[in-house]
């Protein structure tokens, strides 16, 4: 969204919340969140309440959005710089709200993205490309594989297209190897590098093609370019947060797999969207 139709949405809480509206219900069309009657009214205190089941409730319970108490300006506000790629702290001067407040908003929309990008997509197809990456701080010793301290990731790169990315374990054949089966249609052309752990791909009905990286980095069509610039996106995006604690790594590797995926889209629009949608089961 471009600032402009930004600053008109933000001018008022009634306008912002308006906006929000269209995503929340469709054609406008509130319903009970417990019995889907649309049979449902507003109270003097902004709740809705079901004529059938009399359930009451806010126009955001159930919702991503719901589990934080501020406006739907800060929400927008933060949104916007969430889009713009500014850290937790940053977020929090601009938009002069508690650290730990925006910390949970933030939190939170890394969360609906997880959520929302779950079984979105069906196997890839088309060539692939496979490598691991290894996150964590600079330390003295071995690095890349084998190297301690570190998290593993795995990524699956379609050409032309997206990205999925997943923490792993360990980097076992069997790790490697169910995932793969997980993402990745069986025929299709895979290229990886010459780690063993990409051994048991041809037997599992994959055209496996390998690149040596001791010798080239590229052969024609074989190579894994492409994935390896998602690794240097990733990190390079990763260093503004001056570190991210294990628990959390998952969620901030998936918010880099979003935007590299998302990166030609309107990215507000699709946040915004996702912290509309229902958590799960809204009760």
Known sequence: MDIKSFHLIVRKENIARRFLAKRLWKNYRRFCIRCKSYKVYRLSDGRFRCKRCGYTYF??????????????????????????????????????????????????????????????????EGEVEMDEAYFGGKRKGKRGRGAGHKIPVFGI???????????????????????????????????????????????CGYRHLRIDHEKVFSSGKVYINGLEGFWSYAKERLIKHHGVSIQKFPLYLKEMEFRYNHRNQNIFEILTQNLCNFVSDPL
């Open 59 to 124: 126009e955001w319970t159930g919702r991503w959005l719901g589990k934080l108490k501020i406006s739907a300006i800060d929400w927008f506000w933060i949104i916007k710089l969430f889009e713009l790629e500014l850290s937790t702290r940053k977020i929090a001067k601009q938009v002069s709200i508690s650290y730990p407040t925006v910390l949970k908003a933030v939190d939170l929309i890394r969360r609906s993205i997880v959520t929302e990008s779950k079984g979105d997509r069906d196997l890839i």
């Open 157 to 203: 790169l379609e050409r032309q297209g997206i990205v999925p990315v997943e923490v792993l374990p360990n980097v076992s054949a069997q790790s490697l190897l169910n995932l793969t089966v997980k993402k990745v249609r069986r025929g299709n052309i895979v290229y990886t590098d010459k780690f063993r752990g990409y051994d048991a791909l041809m037997f």
